[in-house]
């Protein structure tokens, strides 16, 4: 199993123990992918999840530039026109950022999403 798949895998366990709820895992859209899209009672999380071995280039929270943070916003506007159940709940955007061996870091309102 890909690094990527086993980061989401271990994320998605992680989230659950915490009582977040799972709708749905790889998600796209134009403009970008979710992750994962989960609920924490009424608010709809989106949740990136990032892997680095080593942080030579960068750690995996700083991987998630304003563009790639830009594409998350467009592909979660895309999952709520497809969606409108949701379309009224608030939005959080957190990651979960795997570093080498480390423990997970669950980071909830890792940006700010305005207008999703």
Do not use: C
């Not at 992680?14 to 895992?25: F, K, P, S, V, Y």
């Not at 994962?36 to 949740?47: K, R, T």
């Not at 990032?50 to 943070?69: E, F, H, L, P, W």
């Not at 159940?85 to 950022?97: G, L, M, Y």
């Amino acid at each position: 199993m890909a690094r990527g798949a086993q980061a989401e895998d271990a994320a998605l366990h992680l989230l659950r123990r915490h009582g977040l709820t799972l709708i749905a895992r790889n998600a796209r859209y134009p403009g970008g992918e979710l992750d994962l899209v989960m609920l924490d009672g009424s608010v709809l999380v989106i949740v990136e999840v990032r892997a680095r071995r080593q942080s030579r280039y960068g750690n995996a929270v700083q991987s998630i530039t304003a563009r790639k943070q830009s594409h998350i916003v467009t592909a979660t506007r895309w999952f709520l026109a497809k969606h409108p159940e949701h379309a009224q709940r608030s939005v959080r955007f957190d990651v979960v950022a795997f570093e080498g061996s480390a423990d997970p870091q669950w980071i909830k309102n890792a940006f700010d999403g305005s207008g999703a």
